[in-house]
T-cell receptor
Framework: ETGVTQSPTHLIKTRGQQVTLRCSSQ?????VSWYQQALGQGPQFIFQ???????GRGNFPPRFSGLQFPNYSSELNVNALELDDSALYLC???????????????FGEGSRLTVL | KQEVTQIPAALSVPEGENLVLNCSFT??????LQWFRQDPGKGLTSLLL?????REQTSGRLNASLDKSSGRSTLYIAASQPGDSATYLC????????FGTGTRLLVSP
């Protein structure tokens, strides 16, 4: 069974640039969610995708967007990067359904983004 | 507002002690609660998942309890070891998943 994998592991961008982070979900999982974790804080929910549709979003501006592909892998895109976007971005996969995502979450190792 | 609080923020114990980590939440209408472990700079490792209809879950030296009516969960770690040193995060699924800020645990040999 393949776990959740994320790429890249580290990257550095400058303010105003755009970034794409990638996530491959665990085998058999159909739901992917993304989180932002600032240093010393708990992860903050960005959004969730179920069968290629966004079905939940946290308090993040529209410049944070995503995609889920037919194989349930996912991308997080952030436009017009700001200094405060520097954080660890975590992807989690689970087995969810239309009624909601109540399954156990499995996380990847994260992508560490630094915005200069 | 749905919030999750973890106390204490940090804990230092000698090896072999039994310890309890606390998680409280503001709304009893939850789907489930999950405990995670996070090593520095790493992702989250799932420890235990408790569904809203359950009262506790056990895995090895770990036991997690859930009391929805009082908005509390505890993670009990028996016979702590230096390898248990990490940050422990509680995550509560309301309509969306909300994390606490974690408890940093240091177990000294």
């Amino acid at each position: 069974e393949t776990g959740v994998t994320q790429s890249p592991t580290h990257l550095i961008k400058t303010r105003g640039q755009q970034v794409t982070l990638r996530c491959s979900s665990q085998s058999g999982h159909n739901t992917v969610s993304w989180y932002q974790q600032a240093l010393g804080q708990g992860p903050q929910f960005i959004f969730q995708y179920y069968r290629e549709e966004e079905n939940g979003r946290g308090n993040f501006p529209p410049r944070f967007s995503g995609l889920q592909f037919p194989n349930y892998s996912s991308e997080l895109n952030v436009n017009a990067l700001e200094l405060d976007d520097s954080a660890l971005y975590l992807c989690a996969s689970s087995l969810g359904g239309l009624a909601g995502n109540t399954g156990e979450l499995f996380f990847g190792e994260g992508s560490r983004l630094t915005v200069l | 507002k749905q919030e999750v609080t973890q106390i204490p923020a940090a804990l230092s114990v000698p090896e072999g002690e039994n310890l309890v980590l606390n998680c409280s939440f503001t709304d009893s209408a939850i789907y489930n609660l999950q405990w995670f472990r996070q090593d520095p700079g790493k992702g989250l490792t799932s420890l235990l998942l408790i569904q809203s209809s359950q009262r506790e879950q056990t895995s090895g030296r770990l036991n997690a309890s859930l009391d929805k009516s009082s908005g509390r969960s505890t993670l009990y770690i028996a016979a702590s070891q230096p390898g248990d040193s990490a940050t422990y995060l509680c995550a509560v699924r309301f309509q969306k998943l909300v994390f606490g800020t974690g408890t940093r645990l240091l177990v000294s040999p």
